[in-house]
């Protein structure tokens, strides 16, 4: 159990990958520990030491638990992590390339990945509202910062706000692009959403750009 913390202090200190094999390779020792002692449990011949490798296996229970988590929150998602509400015309990050470092994933569309998008999350879509840009423009300003998001550029002439979100845990960091502009229909409000490190995102991205749309909406 003691080597799950330092896993997670070894990710936010920025060496994600040494960090996330430490992780699953201490979940999966505490469960290999936890069936050992259900089989020792359960098998007379050990019954002397039943008291010590039941005490023993409960302080593997924690990293069972959230192995199991882990691959619960697999699901069916597919392998990416850039995802957008504008699938023809998806948002363009400004600053974004600067603050990600070299190490990042790559900002550079991917057809195949907007192509994989389409299929698993069909739900996002552009928001339109009848407000003026200027007020969708601090609207979405005030959504973000009430999500916790860092902002860190906004252009109201370019309609452009970007922000990172850091995750409570591991300290992963995704960029959000936020573009606000107008047409026929009304003032359109598009996101895209990027994690810096990583494959897939197990549907995070989705998920951020779903609370920030529901937040926007619920805003007075």
């Keep these: 159990m003691v080597t799950i913390p ?10 994600w990958q040494q960090g996330l094999l430490l992780y699953a390779i201490s979940c ?5 520990l936890l069936l050992v002692g259900v089989v020792v449990l359960a098998l007379p011949r ?3 030491w039943r008291k010590a490798t039941g005490n023993r296996a ?24 850039d995802i957008t509400t504008d699938l023809q015309d998806p948002p363009q990050f400004v600053t974004a390339g600067k603050v990600r470092g070299e190490a990042s994933n790559s900002l550079a569309l991917q057809p195949e990945v907007l192509e994989a998008q389409a299929v698993a999350y069909p739900d996002l879509r552009t928001l339109v509202t009848s407000e003026s840009i200027e007020t969708a423009f601090e609207r979405a300003l005030d959504t973000a910062e009430e999500l916790g998001w860092e902002v860190y550029h906004q ?12 995750t409570a845990i591991m300290g992963f960091k995704d960029d959000v692009v936020i573009r606000v502009n107008t ?26 750009i779903r609370d920030f749309l529901q937040a926007f909406e619920q805003q007075d």
């Design 155 to 166: 252009d109201l002439n370019a309609g452009v706000i970007e922000a990172v979100d850091t």
């Design 58 to 81: 409960l302080f593997a229970i924690p990293g069972t638990l959230l192995l199991l988590t882990l691959l619960a929150g697999r699901g069916d998602y597919p392998p990416i992590h």
């Design 6 to 15: 330092v896993a997670v202090l070894t990710v936010r200190s920025g060496a």
């Design 46 to 48: 050990y019954a002397r």
């Design 183 to 208: 047409n026929a229909e009304g003032t359109l409000l598009d996101l895209r959403s990027v994690s810096r490190v990583g494959i897939s995102d197990l549907g995070a991205n989705a998920a951020r």
């Design 28 to 32: 999966a020792g505490s469960a290999l």
